[in-house]
């Protein structure tokens, strides 16, 4: 058991160009949150969802099959313009001009974005809605209002809990493994939340793409895998210490990486078969969650496989 | 042999038991998934208290839950969240207007008499008072008649725009360019109803005053009248307080919420003993509604501090039923296809991994109703996400298994070393994983602790079923010497020369 292994794919010889793919991915991903922040419509790193600006979002669903008129978002925009809310106490009613209609399944459901709302005017604006647009099903009607103040309060929580989560992980590395490896642990967790956010940011300029509360769950999640899978690698190299001694730390990496090569890859393929399946079939509520966790596990087994475990030799010899 | 077959019972006995309490306890669906409504209040600090504490934010909560239980609304809950935060959940509830209102409001009831010397200004305020109340009244869409019963047409009332512009300058005040007459009615009324309230004495009378609250429908006309219940003192008040106005014209104005709702003049009758009887009406011409939702604030007692209704979720049956259908159908093809993967690429270790997965889904269900979970969308998604771990657990087992045997072990030990030495990276893997689950659970908020509960459950299971289930199905497979084929296990060319 002396005999160094040779291994078939040496990681170390291909590591200027995961380095690069890495920093391109990383460029592009600043340059989207840059170009998100600078939108004069979004300004802010990702286009925040109703979960974090705070306002009224109305889900209905029309009561009829295929003899529901033909209607467009500018019409549905008209007849809110028009409509009158019930005051409530303290507050003008809200101006419902400024509303984003989005159709859906070809016009036969509508989802609108309008400035939060009391109960009850949301109430009174279906009522009004449904006498201009016609019968709508009641139990196809969602309706969510969000106060301004929780969507901060939402934000500051999964950050907190984010970083918490992050001192507790490097804490753990650093005592069962060591302190480089926590460091480059936590830098691949950075790569995959910022890669991530970035995809984002970038869906967000091009397709409208907003993130709600659900995504934040999908970073924290890419956070805990992208760790769980670096790990699976540090123990490898850890072991081999034991059974084929001290080797270079290059020489170390390339076999730890060869042999967890395969786990990898099928871990990767089998996390996202649900994920695509969840794309594919899923409803469309959690279709940008399915995405965002899709990318960053494909970017989380990239950064295990390519980026951490050739870094370590390159910061252990300092 | 004897202890694999010791452990086979166990898993087999766990595995009857899991599937008797799914079926027998159930599943909780969250709103998410089921439909219905949730309001999510903060209790704000006032006065003199600067930050809500935990006592207060019980005994807003004691209040709140006495006019839940007032209004009648099935299986609702109303849970604390955080320091200043009130959750509550109303399954089933499509419109939680009248659960907003009643909720929101403090309810801090009070009778105060008008101070003497005021008698002129209250003789301006009230007519105007009266007249914008019914303007008002008369703008506003007649509720839907019920049982075929016609409502009365509403009398007609008006006030030009000269009118309410000259009324609205007369208070001093200055309307908001592009406002609604609604809007400029309800200015004026507020406007009205704090001068009237500067002009009571201090309060009389409180909410702590009554014992209980009811409501009766006036003799003439459908509008109804809440009737109050004072304790021995309060009567005593009312009797005193009632003497003090008797005949003087001034009025005894009954104040909600620093709204001055209901005033009334005492005639001459009652100057020598007060109202005795410890029993009082509120004449507000209330709808039945209204004289309910009031009784209910009544009866529960005013909020020690003011609440504010800052989210406000509402979801359809069939919106929830389609989420859960679909998200269902997503996860169970997935699986399908990871199954099938790991058959082929694993073989007869494969199959075992399928079945020890398939009882780690059904533990999982188990512990959703033991504990008991809500299930909700990002809970789903947890265990998805759980289900990816467990797989991997068996991955980096086969692995390993498949390196021993590559490299000549004999097959019982390969299946040995494999799961010895796979462990520890199982292992570090599920502690990360756990320690992100407790930051996210404790710090995080609703949903994310939703979503953490169940990845937790799924962690702490997946480490029993890999290094349980599927080592005792394998080892107990190998009893049989059929199955002890290292071809079951490798394709043949990948076995050194010398074992195959």
Known sequence: MTVAPSPRFRINRHRRLAWIGSIVGIVLSLVGMALCWLNPTIRAPLKPGLDFTGGTQIQLERAC????????????????????????????????????????????????????????QSKALVAQLEAQIGPLSPAGTAINTIGPTLGSQLLRSSVISLLVSFAAIALYITFTYSGVFAFLALLCLAHDVLFTCGAFAWLGL?????????????????????????????????????????????????????????????TSLTTLLPLVGLLLFGGSSLFWFAMALSIGIAVGSWSSIGLAPTLLPVLSRR | MARQQGWFALILALAIAAGALVASFGLQLGLDLRGGSQLTLQVLPAGAIRSVDHEQLEAVKEVLERRINGLGVAESTLQTVGNDQLVLQLPGEQDPTRAAKVLGSTALLEFRSQRPGTEREMANLLPLKRQAEAVLASRQPRPQPV?????????????????????????????????????????????????????????????????????????????????LKFTPQGGDNFAALTQAIAGTGRVLGIVLDGRSISEATVGPEFKSAGITGGAATITGNFSADEAHDLEVQLRGGSLPLPVKVIEQRSIGPSLGAENIRTSLSAALAGLALVAVFMVVVYRLPGMVAVLALSLYALFNLAMYALIPVTLTLPGIAG????????????????????????????????????????????????????????????????????????????????????????RTLLRLLMTYPALRRPTYFLPARQLPSAVA
């Not at chain 1, 106490?89 to 101006?95: A, D, E, F, K, L």
């Not at chain 2, 019982?412 to 994983?433: E, M």
């Not at chain 2, 996210?440 to 509960?453: H, R, S, Y």
Request: glycine content about 10%; some cysteine; charged content about 15%.
């Open chain 1, 65 to 120: 099959d295929n003899s529901c008129g033909g209607l467009t978002t500018s019409q549905v925009q008209q007849q809110l313009a028009v409509i009158s809310l019930p005051p409530e106490p303290g507050s003008r009613s809200p101006n419902l001009s400024g509303s984003v209609v989005q159709l859906l399944d070809g016009g036969r459901s509508l989802t609108l974005r309008v400035p939060a709302l009391a109960s009850e």
């Open chain 1, 206 to 266: 091009l397709a409208g793409v907003e993130v709600d509360s659900l995504f934040a769950v999908a970073l924290i999640t890419v956070a805990g895998y992208s760790v769980t899978d670096t790990v699976v690698v540090y123990d490898r190299i850890r072991e081999q210490k034991k059974t084929i001694g001290d080797l270079p730390m290059v020489q170390q990496v390339d076999v730890a990486v060869d042999a967890t090569l395969t786990r990898s890859l099928y």
């Open chain 2, 147 to 227: 049982n075929g019963q016609a409502s009365p047409p509403s009398p007609k009332v008006d006030l030009s725009a000269e009118d309410l512009a000259k009324a609205l300058r007369g208070l001093g005040l200055t309307v908001p360019a592009g406002s609604s007459e609604a809007d400029q009615l309800k200015l004026l009324l507020d406007a009205v109803n704090q001068r009237i309230v500067a002009l009571y004495g201090p309060t009389a009378i409180a909410g702590k005053d009554l014992v209980t609250a009811g409501r009766q429908q006036q003799a003439t006309g459908n509008n109804w009248d809440v009737t």
């Open chain 2, 383 to 470: 265990f998805i996400l759980s289900v990816g771990m467990a797989v991997d657990a068996n991955v980096l087992i086969f692995e390993r298994l498949k390196e021993e045997l590559r490299s000549g072990n004999t097959l019982i030990r390969s299946i040995d070393t494999g799961f010895a030495l796979a462990f520890s990276s199982i292992f570090d893997g599920h502690v990360t994983g756990l320690i992100s689950c407790a930051a996210l659970f404790f710090l995080g908020t609703g949903l994310v602790k939703g979503f953490a509960v169940t990845l937790a459950i799924g962690l702490l299971l997946s480490l029993f079923t890999a290094l349980t289930c599927t």
